[in-house]
Nanobody, 122 residues
Framework: VQLQASGGGLVQAGGSLRLSCTASGFTLDYYAIGWFRQAPGKEREGVSCISSNGGSTYYVDSVKGRFTLSRNNAAITVYLQADRLIPEDTAIYYC????????????????WGQGTLVTVSS
């Protein structure tokens, strides 16, 4: 049971990245999926989450209007489109799969992925 986040990189402020989350060992489309990030010296922060059928999404205020979360259950992939990036978005981004009746911040979690580093230069 494993998630893998990818798509991070170095981008200038105002640029865009598309992060992807894929699963191995389980079927992604049965689970709500979320993204967390952790910047150096800061606490981990819940960024966004999407319901299992894609019908409901949530964004933390700091990324609203700039990030878009979507899922392609046929491709068993969840995408986080990050536009108009700012230096404050610099962090390691992790995707998670939630279990059951979840809270987007506290879980419970079915799986965590290895992170992908996003660096936004000013």
């Amino acid at each position: 049971v494993q998630l893998q986040a990818s798509g991070g990189g170095l981008v200038q402020a105002g640029g865009s990245l598309r992060l992807s989350c894929t699963a191995s060992g389980f079927t992604l489309d049965y689970y709500a999926i979320g993204w967390f990030r952790q910047a150096p010296g800061k606490e981990r922060e819940g960024v966004s989450c999407i319901s299992s059928n894609g019908g409901s999404t949530y964004y933390v205020d700091s990324v609203k209007g700039r990030f878009t979360l979507s899922r392609n259950n046929a491709a068993i992939t969840v995408y986080l489109q990050a536009d108009r990036l700012i230096p404050e978005d610099t962090a390691i981004y992790y995707c998670v799969a939630y279990s059951g009746n979840y809270n987007y911040k506290t879980g419970p979690f079915h799986a965590w992925g290895q992170g992908t580093l996003v660096t936004v230069s000013s």
